[in-house]
């Protein structure tokens, strides 16, 4: 069974940079798995940030990126703010017709 | 404008049935490739289900058999229907469009199942 990590928790402090990632039990993480990143904050729906690795959807604000490092998924915030405080999940595009997320991050801003 | 709207949770008792509704608008549901995803409380985002725009669908490894996913076209609605429910079934329950098959937007407000006697 396929699992997909990310840390649990994070902090950073306002108008840092931090780096959360996404990777796999088994393998590496690459642009093949198309990963796309969302924010959740309690009690609402999730909001795509990134998606194809690198591109941000609609509205998100440049501070926030997408790569590949190494054999992970990465979501970079550059300028943290306080707002940015949230859960973030990544998923990734598996064989045909699966998905799997990945736990999540709850990122504390402080 | 984009939208989905999901309907349908509530109560429910051990074992027993549910029809989740998912209303679209600003696209048409049966040209796209639609999904559930579903959040246990306090726990992380569970992909569910897809169907595709041609109508193959497929399941998480711990749905398949109790859960269908379907389309009305004419209605330009999308369905879960959950069947032999068990107490972790209780989550928030998201539709989502899938985008170029890969990634999840937009997304519907959730709908909430609790599973309990």
């Known amino acids: 069974q396929t699992v997909v990590t990310q840390e649990p928790s994070f902090s950073v402090s306002p108008g840092g940079t931090v780096t959360l990632t996404c990777g796999l039990s088994?393998?590496?993480?690459?642009?093949?798995?198309?990963p796309s990143w969302y924010q959740q904050t309690p009690g609402q729906a999730p909001r795509t940030l990134i998606y194809n690795t690198n591109t941000r959807s609609s509205g998100v604000p440049d501070r926030f990126s997408g790569s590949i490092l190494g054999n992970k998924a990465a979501l970079t915030i550059t300028g943290a703010q306080a707002d940015d405080e949230s859960d973030y999940y990544c998923?990734?595009?598996?064989?045909?017709?699966?998905?799997?997320f990945g736990g999540g991050t709850k990122l504390t801003v402080l | 404008e984009v939208q989905l709207a999901e309907s349908g949770g509530g109560l429910i008792q051990p074992g027993g049935s549910l029809r989740l509704s998912c209303a679209a608008s600003g696209f048409t549901v049966s040209s796209s490739y639609m999904s559930w995803v579903r959040q246990a409380p306090g726990k992380g985002l569970e992909w569910v289900s897809v169907i595709y725009s041609a109508g193959s669908t497929y399941y998480a490894d711990s749905m398949k058999g109790r859960f269908t996913i379907s389309r009305d076209n004419s209605k330009n609605m999308l369905y879960l229907q959950m069947n032999n429910l068990r107490a972790e079934d209780t989550a928030v329950y998201y539709c989502?469009?899938?985008?170029?098959?890969?990634?999840?937007?937009?997304w519907g407000q959730g709908t909430l199942v609790t599973v309990s006697s």
């Open positions: 989502a469009r899938v985008q170029y098959s890969n990634w999840f937007d937009p």
């Open positions: 088994s393998g590496s993480v690459s642009t093949s798995y198309y």
């Open positions: 998923l990734l595009s598996m064989t045909s017709g699966i998905w799997v």
